[in-house]
């Protein structure tokens, strides 16, 4: 397939990467028996749509001031057992590592104290490091300097406050954007990597064309929507039309006329003939309607919704209810949109149902 995308490899490319060339070289023919199929997503920065991440995930560098100290690293283990032992826990600050070490600068360069020496006979400098102590907030100049003079018997480390990174970068964005501050850890939560096929980006790129064709002649007629003038409801895996629905805009509309409700309310119709039709089925017992996807108690687990605007608050309270899997929408709704512009509903901490939200750019 010919794709307009880029791609990232992805792990269990990397995976069968790795178990083809073992296989090569020592069992041949199990390379042809297992060989795992080559499973690559599109990169997400190649794609007409964009994520609409939590606030925690977007925000740039924030710094808190911390004490530290300068020492010799052949100190750092007793330099350990001060904090550990004198200093309220810093569990705000795991994600920075403890050491950092300290650089000479050399012949116009930057080199590590350590190398310094690296080619003479000379004695060699002792590595120095930078070590974290504890919040400002926790301890104070005062309470610090006396723990350090009982603990130490002498001030033998002179403690300074350093604006470091606030929170554990939660992407590889912020990651990389500050760590030049201070070392720190990253591991990427594999739920917030965005795994978009190119098959799957085609399909939705091409509801959203079509959403955007039918969107433009609505709007000449309702230009006070207040959420999505047109929605429909898909089922990804067999890229098939379920449901769809256009707002009524008039002033004696029934306040449950917006589109969303009136998709998922079709969607429920249905289902409730299916169930009629098959004399009833016990609730949560998974079952399959005649369009052919998997309901689990929920009306909407495992599809997609294409909303011509950003839903207001009803319409996403109605989606997470319903338990939807993904939702797109063309454009925001700065007046009361509840995916992105006046509230982020899905990236709420608090839900047991999380859905990903994606805006046409
Ligand atoms: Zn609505």
Redesign the pocket.
Same mark, same amino acid.
């Given at each position: 397939m010919e794709s307009k995308f880029t791609f990232v490899k992805s792990s269990e490319q990397h995976l069968s990467d790795l178990n083809s060339n073992e296989n090569t070289s020592h069992s041949p023919k199990k390379t042809q028996k297992f060989k795992k199929p080559h499973l690559s997503f599109v990169d997400p920065a190649s794609l007409p749509f964009k994520p609409i991440l939590s606030d925690e995930e977007t925000r740039g560098l924030e710094l808190v001031d911390v004490w530290v100290a300068d020492i010799d690293a052949r100190a750092s283990s007793q330099f350990l057992s001060f904090c550990k032992s004198q200093i309220s826990s810093s569990e705000n600050l795991l994600h920075l590592k403890r050491f950092r070490q300290i650089s000479n600068e050399v012949s116009g360069r930057l080199e590590s104290a350590a190398n310094i020496d690296k080619n003479t006979n000379e004695e060699k400098q002792p590595i120095r490091l930078t070590g974290i102590i504890g919040l400002k907030s926790v301890i104070s100049a005062e309470e610090l300097k006396e723990k350090i003079t009982s603990f130490y018997s002498e001030d033998l480390i002179a403690p300074y406050l350093l604006p470091l990174p606030k929170y554990s970068p939660l992407n590889r964005t912020q990651f990389d954007s500050w760590r030049h501050v201070w070392p720190m850890g990253f591991k990427e939560d594999a739920d917030r990597i965005l795994k978009i096929s190119a098959e799957d980006a085609l399909i939705i790129s091409a509801h959203l064309e079509r959403l955007r064709s039918k969107d433009t002649a609505l709007m000449l007629d309702h230009m006070d929507i207040q %959420?999505?003038s047109t929605a429909f409801i898909v089922n990804p895996q067999k890229n098939l039309l379920i449901d769809e629905a256009d707002y009524v805009c008039h002033l004696t509309r029934h306040p449950l006329d917006?589109s969303?409700?009136k998709c998922i309310a079709k969607v429920a119709e249905k289902e409730r003939q299916r169930k009629n039709s098959e004399g009833g089925s016990q609730a949560g017992e998974k079952r399959k309607n005649e369009e052919g996807f998997h309901l689990e108690s929920y009306l909407c687990s495992g599809l997609d919704v294409y909303l011509a605007t950003e839903? %207001?608050a009803? %319409?996403a309270m109605a989606l997470l209810h319903s338990r939807i899997g993904r939702v797109f929408y063309l454009r925001h709704n700065t007046l009361c949109g509840a995916l992105g512009s006046r509230y982020k509903l899905h990236t709420h901490s608090s839900l047991n149902h999380k859905f990903k939200v994606f805006c046409s750019v």
């Amino acid at each position: 397939m010919e794709s307009k995308f880029t791609f990232v490899k992805s792990s269990e490319q990397h995976l069968s990467d790795l178990n083809s060339n073992e296989n090569t070289s020592h069992s041949p023919k199990k390379t042809q028996k297992f060989k795992k199929p080559h499973l690559s997503f599109v990169d997400p920065a190649s794609l007409p749509f964009k994520p609409i991440l939590s606030d925690e995930e977007t925000r740039g560098l924030e710094l808190v001031d911390v004490w530290v100290a300068d020492i010799d690293a052949r100190a750092s283990s007793q330099f350990l057992s001060f904090c550990k032992s004198q200093i309220s826990s810093s569990e705000n600050l795991l994600h920075l590592k403890r050491f950092r070490q300290i650089s000479n600068e050399v012949s116009g360069r930057l080199e590590s104290a350590a190398n310094i020496d690296k080619n003479t006979n000379e004695e060699k400098q002792p590595i120095r490091l930078t070590g974290i102590i504890g919040l400002k907030s926790v301890i104070s100049a005062e309470e610090l300097k006396e723990k350090i003079t009982s603990f130490y018997s002498e001030d033998l480390i002179a403690p300074y406050l350093l604006p470091l990174p606030k929170y554990s970068p939660l992407n590889r964005t912020q990651f990389d954007s500050w760590r030049h501050v201070w070392p720190m850890g990253f591991k990427e939560d594999a739920d917030r990597i965005l795994k978009i096929s190119a098959e799957d980006a085609l399909i939705i790129s091409a509801h959203l064309e079509r959403l955007r064709s039918k969107d433009t002649a609505l709007m000449l007629d309702h230009m006070d929507i207040q %959420c999505a003038s047109t929605a429909f409801i898909v089922n990804p895996q067999k890229n098939l039309l379920i449901d769809e629905a256009d707002y009524v805009c008039h002033l004696t509309r029934h306040p449950l006329d917006h589109s969303v409700i009136k998709c998922i309310a079709k969607v429920a119709e249905k289902e409730r003939q299916r169930k009629n039709s098959e004399g009833g089925s016990q609730a949560g017992e998974k079952r399959k309607n005649e369009e052919g996807f998997h309901l689990e108690s929920y009306l909407c687990s495992g599809l997609d919704v294409y909303l011509a605007t950003e839903p %207001c608050a009803m %319409c996403a309270m109605a989606l997470l209810h319903s338990r939807i899997g993904r939702v797109f929408y063309l454009r925001h709704n700065t007046l009361c949109g509840a995916l992105g512009s006046r509230y982020k509903l899905h990236t709420h901490s608090s839900l047991n149902h999380k859905f990903k939200v994606f805006c046409s750019v």
